[in-house]
Nanobody, 123 residues
Framework: QVQLVESGGGLVQAGGSLRLSCAAS????????MGWYRQAPGKQRELVAH???????NYADSVQGRFTISRDNAKNTVYLQMNSLKPEDTALYYC?????????????????WGQGTLVTVSS
């Protein structure tokens, strides 16, 4: 079993900041990519940012320069520092982790999603 526990969402005024955290626990190992996605009402889920185990990052154009993704490999935790928030950043933010699960003598590559944390930015 794998659990992703997200925290840090909330209500903030435009221009403010929030920091999201997502901690992975359970039998997952060799975590490769950790990322954040978001889904606004009536819209499709989209990538916000992701980070590889080696620290290579990728951001959506809409958040480049405002958001920073980081990870603590020892804690299997990924963070998203969100600055200069805009009302259009309002969405349910999901954490996603890619890694391996034990499968007998083998291992199985898997993808796990968190339950989501709500970020609301007021104008």
């Amino acid at each position: 079993q794998v659990q992703l526990v997200e925290s840090g969402g909330g209500l903030v005024q435009a221009g403010g900041s929030l920091r999201l955290s997502c901690a992975a626990s359970g039998s997952i190992f060799s975590i490769s990519v950790m990322g954040w996605y978001r889904q606004a009402p009536g819209k499709q889920r989209e990538l916000v940012a992701h980070i590889t185990s080696g620290g290579i990052t990728n951001y959506a154009d809409s958040v480049q320069g405002r958001f920073t993704i980081s990870r603590d490999n020892a804690k299997n935790t990924v963070y998203l520092q969100m600055n200069s928030l805009k009302p259009e950043d309002t969405a349910l933010y999901y954490c996603k982790v890619n890694g391996y699960l034990p499968d007998g003598y083998l291992r199985q590559y898997t993808e796990v999603w968190g339950q989501g944390t709500l970020v609301t930015v007021s104008s």
